[in-house]
């Protein structure tokens, strides 16, 4: 047996398959953790000496749909259950 193309032909089984929390391929079924984002530790996982990784996951690059309207609700005291008030010009 060599070790290029005909071993390729042998791998068939999975040790890896989506993570539920990242969507990456890098749930690892025996370890029962995934190898990208660290779950199901409560903290993501992120290392500083791969800067360019940090950049790709950071806050900012999703939908951030919750922290869309937390700008707006700042700038009114977070204020609820109530109507906002006329604007006087």
Known sequence: MTKGT???GERR???HTLCRRCGRTSFHMQKKSCGACGYPAARLR???WS???IRR???GTGRTAHLRNVNRRFK???RTGQTA???SN
């Open 85 to 87: 008030g006329k604007k």
């Open 76 to 78: 009114n005291g977070f």
């Open 46 to 48: 992120k290392y500083n």
């Open 6 to 8: 005909t071993s390729f």
């Open 57 to 59: 996951k950071t806050t």
């Open 51 to 53: 800067v360019k990784a």
């Open 13 to 15: 089984c999975k040790s």
